[in-house]
């Protein structure tokens, strides 16, 4: 079965075309969100296909950036070597080779450096969105400190 990707707009509606008779639709995806992400699509051409439906607010650059992570949440944390497996303006997702102390709601601290010719350091307290074995998917407390240095890494293209 064909698989369409579609971004989800901040009304919560999508639009896209049909890959076999290209007929365009636009949808209101409300009822999904948090819920449902891929959807079996039957068109009036009679075919189907699958829908994957991206609710993100901002791209996600795949990396793999070396860095430290420091759980302030906890008193006498230490600071853990990670690495960053995404990157977003929002927010990224790191993992560490051993088991850390560090749960949902949790205060981090992140420090890594771009892999660009300045090697700019990003310093950034996040708070942890979720966590699945040893991986953390963590939003930027202050998303606008830095910004700039991050929009411009975001937009280059991955090596």
């Given at each position: 079965?064909e ?16 890959p ?17 992400h891929?959807l079996?699509?039957?068109c009036?051409?009679?075919e189907?296909f699958?829908l ?6 901002s ?7 070396v860095?430290?992570?420091?759980n ?14 995404n990157?977003s ?15 949902k ?21 996040v708070v ?8 953390f ?13 991050l ?9």
């Amino acid at each position: 079965m064909e698989i369409i990707r579609a971004n989800v707009n901040g009304e919560n509606r999508v639009t896209f075309l049909c890959p076999h008779c290209e007929r365009p639709y636009q949808v209101s995806v409300w009822e999904y969100k948090n819920v449902k992400h891929k959807l079996a699509v039957r068109c009036s051409c009679k075919e189907q296909f699958e829908l994957h439906l991206n609710f993100r607010r901002s791209h996600r650059k795949n990396v793999i950036l070396v860095g430290e992570a420091k759980n302030l949440s906890m008193h006498n944390s230490s600071w853990t070597v990670m690495t960053i497996m995404n990157l977003s303006i929002g927010g990224l997702r790191f993992k560490v080779l051993e088991p850390i102390s560090m749960q949902k709601g949790d205060t981090v601290r992140v420090r890594f450096t771009l892999d660009t010719p300045q090697e700019e350091v990003v310093d950034k307290q996040v708070v942890v969105r979720n966590s699945r074995d040893n991986e953390f998917g963590c939003e930027f407390m202050s998303p606008t400190d830095g910004e700039q240095d991050l929009s411009s890494y975001l937009l280059e293209p991955s090596a």
